[in-house]
């Protein structure tokens, strides 16, 4: 079969600002022709850019020439932990996750003081209590958050959400809220959890943290869903923008199996491969959401 590549220019635009442009560019193509998308997505994986706001394709042509060069695969194994990374929120009694939602009631059940009637004497316990949504702190989404016949938290397999192999996407400082697609085309996203780092924690307990969060759009979700994302999470309010009453992003990623983790922290300390993370909640039937004790390793052999 006679080999074909595509002939091109373009113009990348950064979403922390400035660009880069390309004239008579080349690159091998699989098949006979390839689409402005999917070229787009080949040229930012292809130089490893970051942060990129969008790409316009011009002037493209295929031609038959010789590929020049091949693709090579390489397997990881993982091995002992280096560094292990919280990258979750503090719950305490009165704290406000999202606004409109009840804040966490934790209280004793049994106090130590009364648990003295029970023991022998110098023995005390105390038994916690507390009342909450499934919506605080840093949280799990599963399929039945959405879907009334989606897999719950007690259905969710261990290997979509313990020592996932995970890549680290890069946004803070991004101009724009809307995190779209082009940002996760440079990463390979395949089998990974994919953890959206976009500064917003640090607003995290004030009244900032409410308004005007960053979020991915649409397309982002769809783009995440076809390049096999295991799972995806975010260090802002919501995954999805709430401007408005639809939830594309929950709906997309939900809809196709895929756990989405909210309000995580910390993710700029983390490198942006060669990690696993795990955000495991308890195995509760007919429940959705639930908070999670999310956090990350690296691997020595990653």
Known sequence: MTEKRVRFDFDVAFSNGGGIQGQDFRLDIDGDDIDDD?????????????????????????????????????DTVPGEATAIFDLSHVIESGMITYKGLPAPLVCDYLSRENSRAHYAEGTTFVIDRIEMVGNTGTYIDSPFHRYADGCDLAGLSLEQISGVPAVVV????????????????????????????????????????????????????SYLRDQGARLVGIDSLNIDDTSGGTRPVHTILLGAGIPIVEHLTGLGQLPVEGIRFSAVPPKVSRMGTFPVRAHAWVDTTA
């Open 38 to 74: 999917a070229l787009a997505a080949y040229i930012i994986r292809d130089l490893r850019l970051l942060m990129v706001g969008g790409v316009k394709i011009l002037n493209k042509t295929i031609i038959a020439e010789q590929h020049k060069r091949t693709t090579a695969v390489k």
């Open 170 to 221: 890069r946004v803070a400082g991004a101009s724009g809220r809307a995190v779209e697609w082009t940002e996760f085309a440079a990463s390979d996203i395949k089998g990974k959890a994919v953890l959206v780092h976009t500064g917003w924690d640090r607003h995290w307990r004030t009244d900032a943290y409410f308004e005007g969060h960053p979020f991915l759009t649409e397309k982002a979700a």
